[in-house]
């Protein structure tokens, strides 16, 4: 991610930002994920949405998650000094108690994956959404998934160069059906199984070069990703469109 760049550098975090600022996003992310994204009250979406105070702190409610929810401003300036309850919501604040389920499970497989991976004795790491998000901020990126993951965990530099940089970005490719042999409805044997699509050492999916000598119709040069044809010819569908019915040779 340091690949050597005439950009520019981005500029210096912020420094000595408090421990609680990086709390603040992990909650804010959790808030989001267990009230869906919306405001808890009018469940606009797509709106800012700020951490909001079922029972408000002036009347002693307390800064934990079971008295947390999210809400737009709108909503947040029209409840005023009232609770939840009062503003017309008593039941945020059975939800705000209630663990967040899917959550716990995620994280219970997740520290399951972390035990096996340190057990290989590689250096690991793990961080977690809200952190990687504040990475991001501090250091006043751009949100997209490239620099998202370079952004992920507490060993993220405190500078990088993102200038010039272009992200090498990878697609999985769906292998075969791992089904042997296809069967009709009624459960019996039907056809045969699917013929492999490997021809000349290339399969389906492939990143290719395609060089068509001249003399052709489609002579010229394409890059893409291949698609194997039943025909033993090949199609390459390259950024622009796709080339069909190029011999494997
Ligand atoms: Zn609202």
């Not at 469940?43 to 800064?63: C, D, F, M, W, Y």
Request: aromatic letters at 4%; hydrophobic letters at 35%; proline letters at 6%.
């Amino acid at each position: 991610m340091t690949a050597p760049t005439h950009g520019r550098e981005n500029p210096s975090p912020r420094k000595g930002s408090p421990q609680g600022e990086l709390a603040g996003y992990e909650i804010r992310e959790y808030l989001l994920e267990k009230f869906g994204r919306k405001c808890a009250y009018c469940t606009a979406t797509n709106v800012p949405l700020q951490i909001e105070h079922l029972v408000p702190k002036g009347r002693h409610g307390s800064n934990r998650v079971s008295n947390l929810t999210i809400a737009c401003k709108p909503c947040h300036d029209a409840k005023g000094t009232r609770t939840a309850a009062e503003f017309g919501h008593p039941e945020l604040q059975a939800q705000a108690r209630a663990p967040l389920r899917d959550a716990a499970a995620v994280n219970a497989t997740r520290w399951a994956l972390s035990r096996r991976l340190l057990a290989t004795g590689l250096p690991l790491e793990t961080g977690t959404g809200g952190r990687t998000k504040w990475n991001r901020t501090t250091r006043e990126l751009p949100k997209t998934h490239w620099l998202d993951a370079v952004c992920v965990g507490a060993s993220t530099p405190e500078r990088f160069r993102v200038g010039g940089v272009i992200a090498w970005l990878i697609t999985a490719m769906r292998r075969h059906r791992r089904q042997m042999g296809r069967t009709s409805a009624a459960g019996f044997p039907d056809k045969k199984a699917k013929a492999t699509s490997v021809v000349g050492g290339l399969r389906t999916g492939d990143l290719v070069r395609a060089v068509v000598p001249t003399g052709s119709v489609k002579a010229g040069v394409y890059i893409g990703r291949l698609a194997i044809r039943a025909t033993g010819a090949c199609n390459v569908k390259t950024p622009q469109r796709p080339i069909e019915g190029i011999h494997v040779r």
